[in-house]
């Protein structure tokens, strides 16, 4: 894919990876993007090709609105998330849903809105920002876990069904970054703008999925084997953090 003249659509555009995703589409010559927040007076670029726009993944007319009037988009970048930190068991189970509604069912809605207009502007592609506890869950991560191996392989799903329109569905998976969400976390963060370099970088190769750290690269090579082994490694890596 060649970024340059392309029309995006950013989720969770106000802050974080997704208002860096903005800022390296702009860089790299986007002809417009549009970003997206709840609110989207929170929403502060000075880029004339910035168009600010509603829309919410836990409210359906919000995301048909936004298809409606975005229907130039030939990327659509599917970022927004949240992290209640509520446990499995013992935790508020609207808590859990809220986690699975935004980042699984939010998520697939905003997909399912927006892949007649990529297939109308030739196919373009769809990125999803998922994470390395797509793979596995730690401490106070239980429901932000499940839900992300959840969107995980709903991307895996989608990218088989869209791939005759011409629509290529990247994953991009990261460890911690340093935004709100991993405030609370203690150990090593990447910075959130090495997250859209390398999804963009591979969306120019073709690339399905983007591994950006060496934390998540870990992971992935970890799944082949005995998930023992594995959580003790994780264990003494984040008492160690």
């Known amino acids: 894919m060649n970024l340059s003249d392309q029309t995006a659509l950013v989720t969770g555009a106000n802050r974080g990876i997704g208002r860096q995703y903005v800022l390296e589409l702009l860089e790299r010559g986007a002809a417009k993007v549009y970003a997206t927040a709840r609110r989207p007076e929170s929403l502060k670029f000075d880029d004339p090709r910035v ?7 836990l409210d359906h007319e919000s995301v048909v609105a936004a298809a409606a009037t975005a229907r130039d988009v030939t990327l659509l970048v599917n970022n927004a998330g949240i992290a209640t930190g509520a446990a499995l068991v013992t935790g508020d189970l609207a808590e859990a849903r809220r986690e699975m509604d935004t980042h699984f069912w939010g998520t697939l809605d905003v997909i399912r809105a927006f892949s007649p207009v990529l297939a109308a502007n030739g196919g373009g592609a769809v990125v999803n920002v998922l994470s390395a506890l797509s793979w596995f869950a730690a ?9 992300k191996a959840a969107e995980w392989n ?6 088989l069904e869209l791939a005759a329109q011409g629509t290529l569905v990247q994953g991009v998976l990261l460890g911690a970054a340093d935004t709100d969400i991993a405030a609370g976390y203690d150990g090593p963060k990447i910075h959130p703008r090495d997250v859209p370099r390398r999804s963009l970088d591979g969306l120019t190769a073709g690339s399905i999925e983007v591994i950006v750290d060496e934390w998540t690269a870990m992971v992935k090579a970890s799944l082949a084997g005995d998930p023992a082994t594995f959580y003790t ?5 984040l008492d160690a953090s």
């Open 51 to 57: 168009v600010a726009l509603r829309l919410d993944l």
């Open 139 to 147: 401490p106070g991560t239980g429901t932000y876990s499940a839900a």
């Open 154 to 159: 709903m991307t895996n799903g989608v990218r």
């Open 233 to 237: 490694r994780i264990t003494e890596l």
